[in-house]
């Protein structure tokens, strides 16, 4: 653990993951030991560490109750071995029979989960391409934004699709947050047209860095993301940007950044109410 309280490195862990959830298990925790020896102090998996499938019935056979998942215990205890803030980007966690949750954690040097989100936003596309996805088939969507508490300042979480949906950055970023986190499984076709350009964005609109640490590759179950693990800075700028295949990407990150681009175009500062008029006249819902 570093004494600046100002500066850290960030390693970002970009995976293939498959159906077997104890083979993902295993290949993360090698590239996250890979990111620990490469000094990161703060560590980043993917959405769905833990497995990626689209079949129901293989998917709830193959996952476990948070209480009893082996998956996740043996990266909270790589956490404690390393001594390393450990930010699992999600697990598939069964949280019902009918139902699974998409959960972030946060694990501390000391192997504590410190904190846990669940993904709120649900991808229920059909695209150009012809691929179909109906995550709220299977996934339970979380009710609750989260803001957790680093060494080094707020860390605001988000998942994948969450990107799309602007509001709930800046709601973070006014509750505190300075690194806001976009762990995830973008499809190839997304990613190419929208990824950099999104991640930017929310790094510009809520003045914090973004760190994206994504799944890249063909799956075992014939889909295919996108990759390019993601850095970007509070002004914008991509600062670290991952490949297609399994790697682990590094990126100092210097906090005081912040507040210098914020000072600079205080707009966290100018947000108002107002109302929304109808072209008829009517006065619609108040906006925050």
């Given at each position: 653990?570093?004494?600046?309280?100002t500066?850290?490195?960030?390693?970002?862990?970009?995976?293939?993951?498959?159906?077997?959830?104890?083979?993902?298990?295993?290949?993360?925790?090698?590239?996250?030991?890979?990111?620990?020896?490469?000094?990161?102090?703060?560590?980043?998996?993917?959405?769905?560490?833990?497995?990626?499938?689209?079949?129901?019935e293989?998917?709830?056979?193959?996952?476990?109750?948070?209480?009893?998942?082996a998956g996740?215990?043996?990266?909270?205890?790589?956490a404690?071995?390393?001594?390393?803030?450990?930010?699992l980007?999600?697990?598939?966690?069964?949280a019902?029979?009918?139902?699974?949750?998409?959960?972030?954690?946060?694990?501390?040097?000391k192997?504590?989960?410190?904190?846990?989100?669940d993904?709120?936003?649900?991808?229920?596309?059909?695209?150009p391409?012809?691929?179909i996805?109906r995550?709220s088939?299977?996934?339970?969507?979380?009710?609750?934004?989260?803001?957790?508490?680093?060494?080094?300042?707020?860390?605001?979480?988000?998942?994948?699709?969450?990107?799309?949906?602007?509001?709930l950055?800046?709601?973070?970023?006014?509750?505190?947050?300075?690194?806001?986190?976009?762990?995830?499984?973008?499809?190839?076709?997304?990613?190419?047209?929208?990824w950099?350009?999104?991640?930017?964005?929310?790094?510009?609109?809520?003045?914090c860095?973004?760190?994206?640490?994504?799944?890249?590759?063909?799956?075992?179950?014939?889909?295919?993301?996108f990759?390019?693990?993601?850095?970007?800075?509070?002004?914008?700028?991509?600062?670290?940007?991952?490949?297609?295949?399994?790697s682990?990407?590094f990126?100092?990150?210097?906090?005081?950044?912040?507040?210098?681009?914020?000072s600079r175009?205080?707009s966290?500062?100018h947000d108002?109410?107002?109302?929304?008029?109808?072209?008829?006249?009517?006065?619609?819902?108040?906006?925050?």
């Amino acid at each position: 653990m570093p004494t600046d309280t100002t500066t850290f490195r960030a390693g970002l862990v970009q995976m293939c993951s498959g159906r077997d959830t104890a083979r993902n298990v295993r290949d993360a925790s090698a590239l996250i030991r890979e990111a620990a020896a490469g000094g990161a102090h703060y560590v980043q998996t993917p959405e769905c560490t833990n497995i990626m499938e689209l079949d129901r019935e293989r998917l709830f056979a193959a996952t476990e109750p948070e209480s009893a998942n082996a998956g996740l215990q043996q990266l909270v205890d790589l956490a404690r071995e390393l001594k390393i803030w450990l930010h699992l980007g999600s697990m598939v966690i069964k949280a019902s029979e009918t139902k699974l949750a998409n959960r972030a954690f946060l694990i501390s040097p000391k192997g504590e989960v410190t904190a846990r989100y669940d993904k709120i936003h649900m991808f229920d596309v059909d695209l150009p391409n012809g691929e179909i996805y109906r995550e709220s088939k299977n996934y339970e969507p979380g009710t609750r934004a989260v803001v957790a508490q680093l060494p080094w300042g707020g860390l605001g979480f988000a998942i994948c699709y969450d990107l799309r949906f602007p509001y709930l950055f800046r709601a973070l970023a006014h509750a505190g947050a300075s690194f806001l986190t976009v762990p995830a499984a973008f499809t190839r076709v997304t990613g190419e047209a929208h990824w950099v350009a999104l991640l930017r964005a929310r790094a510009i609109e809520a003045q914090c860095f973004v760190l994206a640490a994504a799944q890249g590759g063909v799956h075992e179950h014939g889909r295919e993301t996108f990759g390019h693990s993601l850095v970007v800075s509070p002004w914008g700028q991509v600062i670290a940007e991952g490949g297609v295949h399994p790697s682990v990407i590094f990126a100092d990150i210097e906090s005081g950044l912040i507040e210098d681009v914020r000072s600079r175009v205080p707009s966290l500062r100018h947000d108002r109410t107002f109302e929304i008029i109808a072209a008829d006249g009517k006065t619609g819902a108040e906006v925050v």
